[in-house]
C-alpha cells in the first residue's frame, strides 16, 4: 500500500509533511523523507504516524527538491531500517516506492552476488540498490527488470529533477506557480493546483520546475491533457467531533440527500438507463470487506426483483469460482477508494471476459472508475477514518437505486421518507451497551436474511476498531459447528429486523442460552416483557420501510461498535495493522 510524495519548491519540508498527512490513509506504520539542496542529502524516519516525524523534522523555506513516503508494511518488519527513502549503494540516489516488486528476491540475490549490502528487507529497498546513476537511461533499464507493482518517485543529490514511473499503482502530477508536486493521490495538490496529470500503467519520465517530460510504456515521448479536480470532495477537519469515524457515522444523512439529489439529475439518470439497455442474462457484484457487504445487501434486492441470476463474490476469490463470465454478464465493481488491488484484478479478469463493467466507487478519478464502462458515484465525500461507514451507506443506497431502476420502480419517495426518519440512535443508551461489549473477548453476531448480512458488516466493524475477536454466523448454521465456542465468556448479538424469520432466530438464541453463553438482542421488532426476560441485553433500533432496514440498522451499530472502541481506549480512524486503502493483493 503505503503513500508517496514528491515535491520541487519552497517550503519543501512543510509541504512534504501536509502531503502525508493526506497520504496517511495509505499507511502509517512507518513515514520518512529525504530533501536535497546544494547537492546533499537530509533524510528523516521515524515508526510510526506521520505526527512522529513531524516532530523530528527541521523546517526550511528555501527552495529544495524532496520526496516522503508513509508505509504500511508489506515486506520486512515495522522499523526505521524499512522506513523509506531508500539509497542506492553509492548514497546518491532516493527512492520512495507503492507496490510490490514480485521478483525482488532474484534481484536481491544478483546484488548480493556483486557485494551490494542491504540494511533492511524491503522489496523497495532492492530497488534503489539497483541504481547507481539516475538518468532516463538507468530507470528505463531498471523498469525492464520489475516484475509488479510500482509507484515510484525518485531523487538524485546534484539532480534538479525527480523521475518517476508508473505500473499498477496510482500516481499523479501537479504543476503550480513555482513548484511541481507527484503524489499517490490528487488530494495533495489541494494547496496549489485545481487540475493535474493522470499517470497510465507504464508511464515514466521526470518532472522539473521547467518542464515535465512523459513517456509511455512503448517509451514513446507523450503529451498529458490536464484533469479538473472537485477538491470540494475533501473533508479536513472532524467539525467538533473527537473522531471522523463518528463524524463520518453522522454524514449519512447528507450523504442520503445529496444521492437522492443527484439520482434524479439528466446525467445519472442517463448512466442508469444505459445500464438498463445493456444485454445481460446473469448479474455479478464484487468487493473487499464492507464493499462486499454493500453488494450483498444489493445482491438481495437484485434477487428479490429480477428473474436473473446474481451471485456476490469477494473480489480476491472471484477469479477462483468458474464462473461463467462473458460478453452476458453484467459485472458491478463496489469499491470505496476505486484503487483496491484485488477488487482492480477481478475487474481486469472480468473485462478480458467481455462483460459489461460498472463501477460503484466513491473517488471518480480512481483507477476502478477509470476502467469500468460506466460509473456510478456514490457521493459519500471524502472518508478518512480506516472503517468504512457513511460510504457503506451510500454503496448501500446507490445499489438500492439502480434496482429501483432497472424494476421501474419509484426509489425518490421511499428515500426521501427515510431520510426524514433516519435515526442514528440514542447517545447513552448505545455508551452503555458498548461499556458491557468492551468486556467480552469473543462476540457472535448471529441473524437470517438481511440480518446476516448486517451481522458480517457489523461484526467486521466491531473486530476491525475494537480488536475483540468477532464473527457473524448465520444463525441457522450455529448448530452445525460454531456453537460448540458458546461459554458463559461468549457473547452473542442476535439482530432481528424480520418478522417471519423471528420465531427461528429467537430459537437459535435459546440454544445458545442453555449453554450459558450471554445474549444482546437488536431488534426493530416488537418484542414482548417475557421474550424480552429471556436476553441480557436489549437495544431496539428504529423502523423503516423493509427494503431499506439495512441502511437505517446499521447506523446506531455503527455507533456501537465506534463506541466500544473508544471505550477499550483505541483510536477507531485508526486501527492498528489496517489501512484505508489497500491496494496489494
Ligand atoms: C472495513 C473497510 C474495508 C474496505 C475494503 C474495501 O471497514 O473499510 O473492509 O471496505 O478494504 O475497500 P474499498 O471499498 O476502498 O475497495
Known sequence: MCGIIGYIGKNCEKVL??????????????????????????????????????????LSEDFGYGIAHTRWATHGSISLENTHPHFSANGSVALVHNGIIENFEELKNDLLAKSIRFYGQTDSEVVAKMFDKLNINSL??????????????????????????????????????????IASDPSCF????????????????????????FYNKNDEKIEKMPKKIDFNFLSEDKSGYEHYMIKEIYQSRLVLESLIERYQTTNLKAKLEEIKHLEFDRIYLVGCGTAYHAGLVGQSYLNERFNIDTFCDIASELPNKNYN????????????SGETADTISALKFCKERDAHIVALTNVEYST????????????????????????????????????????????????????????????NELKKLAKV?????????????????????VSLKLKEITYIFSTAVASGELKHG??????????????????????????????????????????????????????????????????????????????????????????????????????VE
Do not use: W
Open 17 to 58: 509533511l501536509t502531503g502525508l498527512k493526506r497520504l496517511e490513509y495509505r499507511g502509517y506504520d512507518s513515514a520518512g523523507m529525504t530533501v536535497s539542496r546544494d547537492g546533499e542529502f537530509v533524510t528523516y524516519k521515524e515508526v510510526g504516524e506521520v505526527k512522529n516525524l513531524e516532530k523530528i523534522v527541521s
Open 140 to 181: 528505463r533499464y531498471v523498469l525492464k527488470r520489475l516484475v509488479g507493482s510500482y509507484a515510484l518517485v525518485l531523487l538524485s543529490k546534484d539532480g534538479e529533477q525527480l523521475y518517476f514511473a508508473k505500473n499498477r499503482s496510482p500516481l499523479y502530477v501537479a504543476r503550480g506557480e513555482d513548484c511541481v508536486m
Open 190 to 213: 489541494v494547496d496549489f493546483a485545481d487540475s493535474y496529470f493522470e499517470l497510465e500503467d507504464g508511464d515514466y519520465g521526470k518532472i522539473s520546475l521547467k518542464n515535465d517530460v
Open 325 to 336: 463470465i462473458d460478453s452476458h454478464s453484467l459485472c458491478i465493481f463496489i469499491s470505496q
Open 368 to 427: 476502478i472508475a477509470h476502467l469500468a464502462d460506466i460509473n456510478l458515484p456514490i457521493f459519500a465525500g471524502q472518508e478518512k477514518s480506516v472503517a468504512s461507514t457513511k460510504a457503506y451507506f451510500a454503496q448501500c443506497v446507490t445499489i438500492y437505486i439502480l434496482s429501483c431502476f432497472l424494476q421501474g420502480k419509484d426509489y425518490v419517495e421511499p428515500l426521501k421518507i427515510f431520510k426524514n426518519h433516519i435515526d442514528f440512535g440514542d447517545d
Open 437 to 457: 461489549v468492551a468486556r467480552y473477548d469473543k462476540v457472535f453476531f448471529i441473524g437470517r436474511g438481511k440480518d446476516y448480512i448486517t451481522s458480517q458488516e
Open 482 to 583: 460454531s456453537l460448540s465456542l458458546v461459554d458463559d465468556k461468549f457473547l452473542t448479538v442476535v439482530i432481528s429486523s424480520d418478522k417471519e424469520q423471528f420465531a427461528k432466530t429467537l430459537s437459535n438464541a435459546y440454544e445458545i442460552k442453555s449453554r450459558g453463553g450471554k445474549l444482546l438482542l437488536i431488534t426493530s421488532l416488537f418484542v414482548d416483557s417475557d421474550v424480552r426476560g429471556n436476553f441480557d441485553y436489549v437495544l431496539e433500533v428504529p423502523k423503516t420501510e423493509n427494503d431499506l432496514l439495512p441502511m437505517q440498522i446499521i447506523l446506531p451499530l455503527q455507533k456501537l461498535a465506534y463506541f466500544t472502541a473508544c471505550e477499550r481506549g483505541n483510536n477507531p480512524d485508526k486501527p492498528r495493522n489496517l489501512a484505508k486503502s489497500v491496494t
